[in-house]
């Protein structure tokens, strides 16, 4: 072969790395984040920037070049906190779209390993399944029952069947290389064997991207909400500015320091880094799921989770262990548990559980494969069937995978050795059939019974539902087993699958996840709804149900996927509204329940892990994908579980409401502040007062008081209550009509209690007046922080906040820096002030905590109440 390829053993780790070494990752180019430079540049493309080094510019001119090079300095500052911001969101990002890499099955000297697409190289053996996202260009050296959807880059929307064994002329056009699958495409039924034939730009989507590689960040409701939010603000404050502007020419003070104040002012007014401080917290709360074990995929479910109030989950995986283990095989003559001696009649069953399926055993009894496979498999090698060895004496010759529609799993196998068998009675060819019982039991006449075969009367189909039921109710997950025997090879499943012999019931056990009962009950206290929606039998779905917590142990119903189908309207709506175990579903039925729930105003999580799951994944407002899950699954959500529990959807849940609660906080710090200083200066000269501060103490303020504190909040510990309280509304605002009552309160008020100090130290002819509505005006915003970051009262222990405490603690020391370190002084027209005039400006923080902390005392009270 010119790739240098054994099939059998794949290439080797040494010859796989120098080809990776060679050739490059097998990844497609993309569009990387900004350079540090461009991010660093993007700081002085503002208009507010450009606006004050134009000051800067006009002062300069006057010949107060003091007063330039201060602002020179605040404009390179508040730069450098930009550039920081934003350099640290994009880097957050960066590292998050790492994460989102496929998988891929690769054999390698011989062993099978699950390695990053990004390491696959031409001349890999690549095994390809339903569900997986075709990593590489290859060609098909094996394929059974392969369809694939090209529709990626053909645009045809019909999966494709495809042949390895067909022998193609040169030439022939993409879509009608029925040997070949390409990266982008989608395994949508079978199974396959690939050899690599071409990795990333030299694949077939390769060459279409590098004509298309433009990619665009993605702008979430949230971040568009404050942008309009902080254009109603600016709109506002630009009001307020040119009302400054006009009182202070009408009282002819001096032009340059009209038009500097009211530059400052408008840098102050307008929450520019808004934004920024936006998509850090969202990107920060994204790397803390991650630590949860949660991976983001789209920076809007950070937020949205925070609203959900449905969340419609799975069963095997999610509420249990996904560690299936066989409990007890029953058999028409007798019920055998792994461990024990198996009887004969018995053997047929074992076999199907050896080899109906793709599973292997190791020596040292580890499995690889399908959970339910892996469990059936490793009960047969403790019986002592050895798959390599049967698979000698029964090749496979044909197969029928599961499917959602199927139920079931089919195998067909050549009897090379009639002689080393038992039973067969002549036949050719040994049909193995496992799947649930109602998709197996249909097509069985006949029922296994030791000696021989005998008809599946009444007596025997009673006998065998009412197993099936005391299994179920135990939450056991039901197969049935069975066999079939044929004297030529049959063409299709129906032929197949015909007159069917039942061999027996496999009772599976995966037990409940020890976390789940207590993550189902903090879903409750948040007010959120937990459905289960899974594909097993409806006594085995109520069982986990019940043992979850999601059901009361008596009165529950359970509906069923095909229940769904068949209503409409008003009972569908009551249906979704009084049921909460929903059994025998498919993935068009997890579409019908995601519709309802919605129709009735419900914000749905949903989790699913198959090809089939993608539309209802898509449809829900937070589609959660297993990390154990199909790539498509991947693909089609939000958010992807590392590790497929359930209470790790729960904690997505809790950082998306504390994601939300700290973008609140941050944002009524930012526009408390503004509104606080924008009223200090405009207070003063409706009350006929000198400026109150200089236009530098503004932008100084601005600086050090709103940036690093803001930010901070953005990272604020979860509150106490933050499980404990209702969903909020998909639509609610950031900042409510009472939030934004108190805001506007708050800041007026810390502007007329700074303002009145001023006066009265204006008044007593203190020559620092205005340092100390300076000083003033700066603890009261940090008094402000503390009171806004919980809604618990501020003098209570609670989580800490590093960031925050540090934040403040710097602001407070480039506050006195401008005030005592006499080289600064001159430039900020600061006095240095006593022990006692400091005490005394913090009298309007220690007033607008106050009443900070009354009114959140009074919201805590009606929310009691």
């Known amino acids: 072969m010119r790739l240098g390829t054994d099939l059998q053993q794949g290439l080797s780790p040494a010859e796989a790395s120098r080809r990776a070494r060679s050739l490059g990752p097998n990844a497609l180019p993309e569009a990387g984040g900004p350079s540090p430079l461009r991010v660093l540049w993007a700081q002085f493309q503002s208009a507010l920037v450009l606006v004050l080094l134009g000051a800067a510019a006009v002062s300069l001119l006057l010949g107060n070049a003091k007063e330039a090079v201060a602002v020179g300095a605040v404009v390179a500052l508040n730069a450098g906190l930009g550039f920081l911001q934003e350099y640290r969101a994009e880097r ?8 989102v890499v496929p998988r891929a099955r690769v054999r390698r000297a011989g062993q099978v390993r699950e390695v990053s697409s990004r390491e696959l190289v031409p001349g890999d053996v690549v095994l390809l399944e339903a569900g997986d996202r ?20 053909t645009g045809e929307s019909v999966p494709v069947d495809k042949d390895a064994g067909a022998r193609l002329a040169a030439g022939v056009p ?19 064997v690939a050899v690599v034939t071409a990795t990333g730009p030299a694949t077939e989507l390769g060459r279409i991207a590098r004509l298309v590689a433009v990619t665009r960040p993605e702008t979430t409701p949230l971040q568009r909400r404050l942008e309009h939010l902080a254009r109603i603000l600016a709109g506002a404050g630009g009001a307020v500015v040119l009302a400054v502007a006009a009182l202070g020419f009408a009282r002819g003070e001096e032009a340059g320091q009209v038009w500097l104040m009211a530059v400052s002012l408008a840098v102050a007014a307008v929450p520019e880094g808004l934004p920024a401080v936006l998509t850090v917290a969202l990107s920060l709360g994204a790397q ?21 109030t449905v969340i419609c989950t799975d069963k095997t995986g999610t509420l249990t262990e996904n560690r299936l283990r066989l409990v007890h095989l029953w058999t028409p003559v007798g019920t055998v ?5 198996l009887p004969q009649s018995a053997r047929l069953a074992a076999l199907v559980a050896c080899l109906c399926g793709d599973a292997e055993v190791n020596g040292d009894g580890r499995t690889t494969g399908d959970p339910v496979d892996a469990a059936l498999a490793l009960a047969a090698f403790g019986w002592g069937f050895r798959r390599r060895e049967w698979n000698a004496v029964l090749p496979r010759r044909g197969e029928w995978p599961f499917d959602s529609a199927r139920k ?14 038992w039973e067969v009675g002549g036949a050719r060819y040994l049909v193995l059939v496992k799947g649930a019982p109602e998709a197996v039991l249909p097509r069985c006449t006949q029922v296994w019974v030791g000696a021989g075969a005998e008809p599946l009367g009444e007596v025997w189909l009673r006998q065998v539902d009412e197993q099936v039921e005391e299994m179920a109710r135990s939450g056991f997950r039901v197969l049935a087993l069975a066999c079939g025997f044929c004297p030529t090879l049959p063409p299709g499943e129906e032929q197949a699958e015909r007159e069917l012999v039942l061999l027996g019931l496999a009772a599976l056990e995966d037990p409940l996840r020890p976390q789940v009962p207590q993550a189902v009950a903090r879903c409750r206290r948040a007010g959120i709804r937990v459905v289960l929606v899974t594909g097993d039998h409806p006594t085995t779905a109520l069982a986990v149900a ?9 009165g529950a119903r359970v509906a069923t996927g095909p229940e769904l189908e068949a209503l409409s309207g008003d009972q569908l709506r009551r249906v979704v509204r009084e049921v909460s175990v929903f059994a025998r579903v498919l993935p068009e039925h997890k579409v019908i329940l995601v519709e309802a729930l919605q129709a009735q105003g419900e914000v749905v999580a949903v989790t699913g892990d198959g090809v089939n799951d993608g539309p209802a994944l898509r449809r829900a407002e937070v589609g959660v994908a297993m990390g154990s899950g199909t790539e498509v699954a991947k693909e089609a959500s939000a958010v992807v579980l590392l590790d497929d529990h359930f209470a790790t959807v729960v904690a997505a849940v809790e950082e998306g409401r504390v994601v939300f609660d700290n973008v609140r906080k941050f944002v009524r710090y930012l526009f408390t502040t503004n509104v606080a200083e924008l009223w200090t200066v405009l207070g003063a000269l409706v009350a006929g007062l000198p400026f109150p501060l200089y236009p530098l103490q503004v932008l100084w303020i601005n600086l050090v008081t709103d940036g690093p504190p803001a930010l901070a909040l953005g990272v604020e510990p979860p509150e106490e209550d933050v499980m404990r309280r209702p969903p909020r509304r998909r639509d609610e605002p950031l900042l409510a009509v009472g939030h934004l009552q108190q805001v506007v309160a708050v800041g007026l008020l810390m502007g007329a209690a700074t303002l009145a100090l001023g006066a009265y130290f204006l008044k007593r002819g203190h020559p620092g007046w205005q340092t100390v509505v300076f000083a003033a005006l700066g603890a009261a915003q940090f008094f402000n922080v503390y009171a806004i970051r919980t809604s618990t009262p501020m003098w209570r ?6 960031a925050l405490a540090a934040s403040v603690a710097l602001g407070a020391v480039l506050m006195a820096a401008v005030v005592y370190v006499p080289g600064l002084r001159p430039y900020f027209r600061t006095y240095p002030l006593g022990a006692v005039d400091l005490l005394v400006c913090l009298v309007p923080g220690l007033v607008a905590a106050v009443v900070v902390e009354a009114a959140e005392l009074c919201g805590r009270r009606r929310r009691e109440a």
């Open 134 to 153: 075709v990593p590489a260009d290859g060609r098909l050296v094996e394929a059974v029952g392969l369809r694939v959807d090209e529709s990626a880059l």
């Open 546 to 554: 019940q043992q979850a917590g999601i059901v009361d142990p008596s």
């Open 92 to 99: 957050a990002m960066s590292a998050l779209r790492r994460l």
């Open 408 to 421: 079931r799993v089919t195998t067909v196998h050549g009897v090379e050795h009639p002689d080393k068998l």
């Open 174 to 192: 993409l879509p009608e290389r029925c040997t070949m699958v390409y990266t982008g495409t989608v395994v949508t039924a079978g199974r396959a």
């Open 337 to 341: 548990a792994p461990g024990e001696p």
């Open 797 to 802: 222990p609670g989580p800490g906040n590093p």
């Open 288 to 308: 803390r799921m991650l630590r949860r074990r949660v991976l983001i995929r789209k920076l809007s479910a950070v937020e949205t989770l925070g609203s959900v």
